[in-house]
């Protein structure tokens, strides 16, 4: 194994948001060598926080961004094809009513504009809803003010935390190394240029230094961190926090996503289905505080199951009916004196340090939909600098790798048929999760019958999950296995009353006794904290330095 401190890699990538790891794949696809450094696990940050929306970018045709509407109707495509497993359609009513600031023509025109944009590139026209036709196909949506709707179609990736896993397996595949839970303590830099990182592995204390021809700073809404006192620079990240609250299916619920304009503040937020339960969000608010203490304030809470109620006059919701919330801070570029933070924008941009700090790029800005032409660009500008040709951009057309079969339907039909001994549930499970990698899971369970067993009831999960997530999918913690591997931690109660039980089910695979097994659920149960999970009744917390423009 090469050593760190003495070998010299093409780029060095601070964070494993799904910016960095895609990042990785792309100029690992190139020929460029890669080490990607975290301070925590794959996707923890930014990226699990996301609405799990697949934007083709119909919000950014109001400010006529249309560079960004082509590039988000272009990358959902993309996904349609690359992570069939992961990325599905989903059609959502956009309901009009007398009262919102945006008339109802003007969002058909919009619509009949972005269907345009969107030819071949889509999963259906968009169709005008008269008020009784939305009266017949969703009864228990407020009629008050209505003036009909249009049923859009747009796309969800439920489980984002995914595709980070997928692309750090692919990115490794292609020859980048990812260290995870390895804190950069700083920037080495020599007369101004930027020759890579110094970090600190959290789980030993080992420093050590990282050597890079470019170091490339992805960490999200964390890049002035990484700058701060090592390198002269303005503020880059002018970030919103954005809250969403988890709920079961309420009275009235719909059946699909209602994308609606908020009364108190004129926001499009959404009301989506989601495995089962129910997502309302996202909040858009400037936030100036600790990044490392994101959480849903009472006050957004009571934001978004008002505006909920509003909507659906059955629903009745209070906070009582919160399982948990999710919160985090959009990493968009830093624009002092904006009055509306719609107004920032989405896109994003490739900083080069140059001539002042050479041998630096920081990536600002950014969203999920578009991860894939934000590494392009990153790569194209590393290989630039480096004065390298490299190959061309494979990333348009490869699969992840969940996605790796000529025929993703017929995989599907085989595997449910062969999938004994797990139940047909069970195999549906599998293939929404890991795609074609559920054969590892299946398996295992053939290998180890005792792997077969459920660890989660809610889920089905069965152990077999646990132990690929550790042996394979480079989980380190409990939470990382439950949150952002097997996804069995974003159930109802956010797996608290299974977590021990999931901790003793893997520890014989992996060597931990009574008191790493103590110490692993305790590590989880402090994870949720941020959370405010119903199920660890946790008492509220004040609003951190938040504030609605």
């Known amino acids: 194994m090469s050593h760190p401190e ?20 792309d100029a690992a696809s190139r020929g460029l060598s890669v080490v990607v450094v975290d301070r925590g696990d794959v996707g923890a940050g930014t990226t699990a926080t996301s609405s799990r929306l697949i934007h083709g970018g119909l919000k950014y045709l109001e400010r006529y961004d249309f560079r960004l509407v082509h590039e988000s ?3 959902r495509h993309l996904l349609f094809r690359t992570a069939p497993h992961l990325v599905h359609d989903y059609p959502m009513l956009i309901p009009s009513y007398a009262a919102d600031s945006r ?14 944009l969107a030819a071949r590139r889509g999963r259906g026209r968009s169709r005008g809803m008269s008020v009784r036709t939305i009266a017949r196909r969703w009864p228990n949506l407020s009629r008050d003010g209505l003036r009909g709707g249009v049923l859009f179609h747009d796309a969800q990736v439920p489980w984002a935390e995914r595709l980070c896993v997928e692309l750090l397996l692919d990115a490794e595949k292609l020859g980048a190394r990812v260290l995870t839970y390895t804190t950069v303590t700083g920037l ?12 600190r592995d959290d789980r030993t204390g080992r420093e050590a230094v990282l050597r890079g021809r470019l170091t490339v700073n992805a960490a999200g809404p964390w890049i002035d961190r990484i700058l701060d006192g ?10 919103t926090k954005g809250s969403h609250v988890v709920i079961d299916p309420f009275p009235g619920a719909p059946d699909t996503c209602i994308f609606f304009e908020a009364a108190a503040d004129r926001r499009p937020i959404f009301v989506f289905p989601w495995q089962g339960r129910f997502i309302l969000g996202s909040t858009d608010l400037t936030y100036e505080g600790d990044l490392d203490e994101v959480v849903a ?29 999710v919160a985090g801070v959009r990493p968009l570029p830093y624009t002092a004196g904006v009055a509306d933070n719609a107004k920032i924008s989405r896109g994003h941009t490739v900083l080069d340090h140059s001539p002042a700090h050479p041998g630096l790029l920081t990536v600002i800005g950014g969203k999920l939909t578009t991860h894939r032409a934000l590494a392009e660009d990153v790569t194209d500008a590393a290989l630039r600098i480096l004065g390298r040709r490299g190959g061309r951009c494979v990333t348009r057309t490869r699969p992840l790798p969940g996605a790796d079969t000529a025929d993703w339907p017929a995989f599907q039909a085989e595997f449910r048929r062969s999938a004994a001994p797990l139940t047909a549930a069970q195999a549906t499970r599998l293939l929404d999760i890991y795609g074609v990698r559920a054969r590892a899971v299946l398996d295992l369970v053939r290998a180890e019958p005792e792997l077969g067993a459920v660890v989660d009831e809610d889920s089905g999960a069965v152990a077999a999950e646990l132990v690929l997530a550790f042996r394979v999918e480079g989980a380190v913690t409990l939470a990382d296995a439950l949150l952002r591997r097997t996804l069995i931690g974003l159930g109802p109660d956010m797996a608290v009353s299974t977590a021990l039980t999931c901790a003793n089910a893997v520890a014989p695979q992996l060597g931990w006794d009574a008191d790493r097994v103590r110490a692993e659920v305790a590590g989880y149960h402090a994870a949720l904290r941020r959370f405010r999970p119903r199920a660890l009744d946790r008492p509220a917390v004040a609003p951190i330095n938040d504030r609605r423009l």
């Open 297 to 325: 304030s009472d006050a957004e809470i009571d934001y978004l199951l008002a505006e909920t109620n509003r909507l659906f006059p059955t629903a009745n919701l209070t906070p009582a009916d919160v399982l948990y919330t």
């Open 188 to 199: 080495l830099v020599e007369d101004g240029r930027v020759l890579g990182v110094r970090t």
């Open 73 to 75: 109707i272009r990358e």
């Open 6 to 25: 003495t070998d010299v890699v093409d780029l060095v990538v601070i964070g494993a948001g799904i910016n960095g790891l895609a990042t990785a794949r």
């Open 230 to 239: 090592q390198v002269d620079s303005r503020r880059l990240n002018g970030g």
């Open 103 to 116: 008339p109802g023509p003007l969002i058909r025109l919009g619509l009949a504009a972005f269907d345009v």
